[in-house]
């Protein structure tokens, strides 16, 4: 499996965007999916997760402004981010997990939100 990611950009406060991470390979439906993001400086942090069952779980900070999703006839996950802020400047990853454990992780995408 190797992902993708894309989508990053330069947005202002209050602004959009929808990162995509693309996987190819098999057993996608199979497996969870997450994003995290490591701002200059900082570790790398928890941003959201999916189940292979579709449920999701959100990093207190972004509740309510991004929402993950999955396209399993695509092979593709997303994170739509609403209502963007500075602080949410980073390099945004994806995380795969397999069901019987593999994890691999994406190439990460730059996120810059100006003020």
């Known amino acids: 499996v190797q992902l993708q990611a894309s989508g990053g950009g330069l947005v202002q406060a209050g602004g959009s965007l929808r990162l995509s991470c693309a996987a190819s390979?098999?057993?996608?439906?199979?497996?969870?999916f997450g994003w995290f993001r490591q701002a200059p400086g900082k570790e790398r942090e928890f941003v959201a997760r999916?189940?292979?069952?579709?449920?999701?779980e959100y990093v207190d900070s972004v509740e309510g402004r991004f929402t993950i999703s999955r396209d399993n006839a695509k092979n593709t996950v997303y994170l739509q981010m609403n209502s963007l802020k500075p602080e949410d400047t980073a390099i945004y990853y994806c995380?795969?997990?397999?069901?019987?454990?593999?994890?691999?992780w994406g190439q990460g995408t730059l996120v810059t939100v100006s003020s």
């Open positions: 999916i189940s292979r069952g579709n449920s999701r």
């Open positions: 390979g098999r057993y996608f439906s199979s497996a969870g």
């Open positions: 995380k795969y997990t397999a069901h019987w454990g593999q994890i691999i």
